[in-house]
């Protein structure tokens, strides 16, 4: 049973190989990898009682309530968020029942949630916990977790649809570095950084997961700055035009921004990106370390762990979080220095190809269910 936060009527099947229409969809494909059952919003709001656990506990408790309510006929429970599995895992935990859930980790060693690990101990009847990134992971292990519950999943993208070849470059009359995105992000800095430098900004402030007000909207900006929210096509497009793709992320002990990172990675561009606690792992920069603010380092091994063999080459550049100066400097040299921009660029859609397709992505989560039924069986079986 695939838990989804969305509606998902009309979802399209799975795309045949080599004829990329749309964007594929993690969740099409998962569905279709594991034959699975996709429980969504509409079966939120056909029930009496879910629609009543939402207007008292939220979303993820109603679609939590709504799946382990139809427990008899789930083989493994899939969701795309641990604040479902930790609900399914408490649930089991109370009555006594052994079902496989699988969970990818957005967020998973946020503060809010250490009771549901330490004190709880909800991981018990949690078969595997995929954290998106490492910081991510190595929480979860000093919070309790067995290594063997904690694997962390390379995030993944349609690195077909979001392809150079696919993009028709925006005409303008000035060159334009850009960034996209809205959930913990900090464009203020970024404002700041980009002043002076002789190109136009566009920030392409929107995103279907946020939660946050756009918080560039009704704030006066120069005439060099764009604000936009364009849709998938528009945004590829506007990749493809960039000098550079910055994510400007807060600091955070999660992996904020590698959604856009990876796209604009995918679309050959230069990515510069704030160096935050938990942003470590997808960017390669030259540097070991960044050469101020905090002693992080920089020329990540992230890739090299899933088998990629350019790895080793840079992919990006980071800089401090909040450093205006830092990161002008940093877009200063990416615009004096278009052949090694560019280089950095190619370098970083071989990595996207290599470890971020998302067909590797679900295919992960899908190994993990399997080994979750198939441990399952075993146990029966004694």
Do not use: C
């Amino acid at each position: 049973m695939l838990i989804v936060r969305g509606h998902t009527a009309g979802a399209a099947a799975a795309r045949p190989d080599g004829a990329p229409a749309e964007r594929a969809v993690d969740y099409v494909l998962l569905r279709d990898e594991l034959d699975a059952r996709i429980l969504d919003l509409a079966d939120v709001e056909a029930s009496r009682l879910a629609r009543l656990v939402r207007r008292v506990a939220g979303t993820y408790a109603a679609l939590s309530v709504t799946a382990f309510r139809r427990r008899d006929s789930a083989t493994a429970f899939v969701s795309n968020s641990e604040n479902e599995a930790i609900i399914i895992g408490l649930l089991l935990k109370l009555t006594r029942r052994r079902i496989p859930v699988v969970a990818v980790g957005q967020y998973p060693a946020k503060r809010q949630k250490w009771a549901a690990w330490r004190l709880a101990k909800v991981h018990t009847h949690i078969h595997r916990l995929l954290p998106l990134g490492t910081v991510q992971a190595e929480r979860l292990h000093a919070l309790g977790l067995p290594r063997e519950k904690v694997e962390v999943l390379p995030y993944g993208i349609d690195t077909d649809y979001w392809h150079p070849d696919r993009a028709t470059v925006p005409e303008g009359p000035r060159p334009y570095v850009m960034a996209a995105g809205l959930q913990h992000r900090d464009y203020a800095t970024l404002v700041r950084a980009a002043e002076g430098l002789g190109v136009d900004l566009l920030i392409a402030a929107a995103s279907p997961w946020s939660k946050s007000a756009d918080q560039m909207s009704g704030t006066p900006q120069p005439d060099w700055v764009r604000v936009e929210s364009p849709s998938l096509a528009e945004l590829r497009d506007a990749y493809a035009g960039a000098l550079a793709v910055v994510a400007p992320v807060v600091e955070t002990d999660f992996p904020a921004g590698t959604t856009s990172v990876l796209e604009a990675m995918a679309m050959g561009k230069p990515v510069v990106a704030a160096r935050s606690e938990g942003a470590g792992d997808v960017v390669a920069d030259r540097r070991r370390v960044l050469r101020r603010g905090p002693l992080r380092a920089t020329s990540a091994t992230y890739a090299g762990r899933f088998g990629s063999p350019s790895a080793q080459g840079q992919t990006g550049l980071y800089f401090p979080v909040g450093d205006a100066d830092e990161l002008h400097s940093v877009l200063r040299w990416v615009i004096d220095h278009p052949e090694e921009a560019a280089a950095i660029g190619a370098r970083g859609r071989v990595v996207v190809e290599e470890v971020h397709r998302v067909q590797d992505y679900v295919g992960r989560i899908a190994d993990a269910v399997r080994s979750g039924v198939a441990q399952g069986a075993a146990a029966t079986s004694r």
